[in-house]
């Protein structure tokens, strides 16, 4: 089993910056691929950023594609959402994962392909 907490979110105005940690304990391993998903109400989860274990890959949802950066720190064991010039629909429920298979620069941004999840940190986007 691997632990994920998620810490950082908040309420922020239109524009502002927020930045998500992912701290992993437990059944780990020196690194895998993370990711991070968000879930607004009555919307299913999407995916918005993942980083391969070997922190040389990177994938974003188009959405936030030049406003978010996802990096880690594997000696810490966690991972980051940096989160800049955010947007009302940036308002969410974001859960970090752990893809316990991939390994390299492999990542993926399948939900399904995640086999460990946090409980989430609330975002919430004012405008």
């Known amino acids: 089993q691997v632990q994920l907490v998620e810490s950082g979110g908040g309420l922020v105005q239109a524009g502002g910056s927020l930045r998500l940690s992912c701290a992993a304990s437990?059944?780990?391993?020196?690194?895998?691929?993370m990711g991070w998903f968000r879930q607004a109400p009555g919307k299913e989860r999407e995916f918005v950023a993942a980083?391969?274990?070997?922190?040389?890959?990177?994938l974003y949802a188009d959405s936030v594609k030049g406003r978010f950066t996802i990096s880690r720190d594997n000696a810490k064991m966690t991972v980051y959402l940096q989160m800049n010039s955010l947007k009302p629909e940036d308002t969410g429920s974001y859960y970090c994962?752990?893809?316990?298979?991939?390994?390299?620069?492999?990542?993926?941004?399948?939900?399904?392909?995640?086999?460990?999840w946090g409980q989430g940190t609330q975002v919430t986007v004012s405008s």
């Open positions: 994962a752990v893809d316990y298979a991939r390994i390299g620069v492999a990542v993926t941004t399948k939900a399904s392909d995640y086999d460990y």
């Open positions: 437990g059944r780990t391993r020196s690194t895998y691929a």
């Open positions: 980083i391969s274990s070997s922190g040389g890959r990177t």
